[in-house]
């Protein structure tokens, strides 16, 4: 008996990668695994991907893409950001809210290695993160309010302190912390950039 295909089959295909990439990482998932969480035979995955790195870069891809439009949309909030802090706060909502929302993309995305079947145009979006997330570290290193060091560096350092959190917290979700738990990791990590005031 046919399977009935879904509304938005790609979407749906998407989802699935997504979700079991995130359990049982790229490498650990089969093509059968990701068409029966989707409900659809093998094939329907081919018509639209035609191989796992297909399926695996249009995952990563979609994923990117969409942290990007959340840390826009945070950004954007409430005009030109008054300070430095204000903007790492911005940052922090952006983050937070992708993560809270799209759990097992940001586990994906942010805790696996990848170099092993990322295309140009995936490794492009990846670097889009860092790039944005750097200018800003190099705006505060010139205000004075971040720490010296490579921005690079310290974009890492501050991504990683983010992503063991929403690591720590995947049986329950980010967005199952309490607002004062959650004020406090960021104020944690923002001591990670934050340049003390000198006497």
Same mark, same amino acid.
């Given at each position: 008996m046919a399977l009935n295909r879904k509304p938005d089959l790609p979407q749906t295909l998407l989802d699935s990668a997504l979700a079991l990439f995130a359990e049982r990482t790229y490498e650990g998932t089969q093509m059968p695994a990701v068409a029966q969480h989707a409900q659809v035979g093998v094939g329907s995955i081919y018509r639209y991907f035609p191989s796992k790195e297909?399926?695996?870069?249009?995952?990563?891809?979609?994923?990117?893409? @969409?942290?990007?439009?959340?840390? $826009? @949309?945070?950004?954007?909030?409430?005009?030109? $950001?008054?300070?430095?802090?204000? @903007? /790492?706060?911005? /940052?922090?909502?952006? /983050?937070?809210?992708?993560?809270?929302?799209?759990?097992?993309?940001?586990?994906?995305? @942010?805790?696996?290695?990848?170099?092993?079947?990322?295309?140009?145009?995936?490794? $492009?979006?990846?670097?889009?993160?860092?790039?944005? $997330?750097a200018d800003f570290i190099v705006r505060g290193q010139q205000a004075g309010e971040i720490r010296d060091g490579d921005p690079q560096l310290l974009v890492s350092l501050a991504l990683g302190a983010f992503a063991g959190l929403v690591k720590h917290l995947r049986p329950v979700g980010i967005s199952e912390l309490p607002p004062e738990a959650l004020t406090q990791a960021e104020e944690a990590v923002w001591a990670l950039l934050h340049r003390e005031a000198t006497r």
């Open positions: 297909a399926l695996g870069n249009a995952a990563f891809q979609h994923a990117k893409r @969409e942290l990007l439009a959340h840390l $826009a @949309e945070a950004l954007a909030e409430g005009g030109p $950001a008054g300070s430095t802090r204000e @903007e /790492f706060a911005r /940052f922090w909502r952006g /983050f937070t809210r992708y993560a809270g929302r799209h759990h097992a993309a940001f586990a994906f995305i @942010e805790h696996q290695q990848h170099d092993t079947f990322l295309a140009p145009e995936s490794q $492009a979006l990846a670097a889009e993160v860092h790039r944005l $997330a």
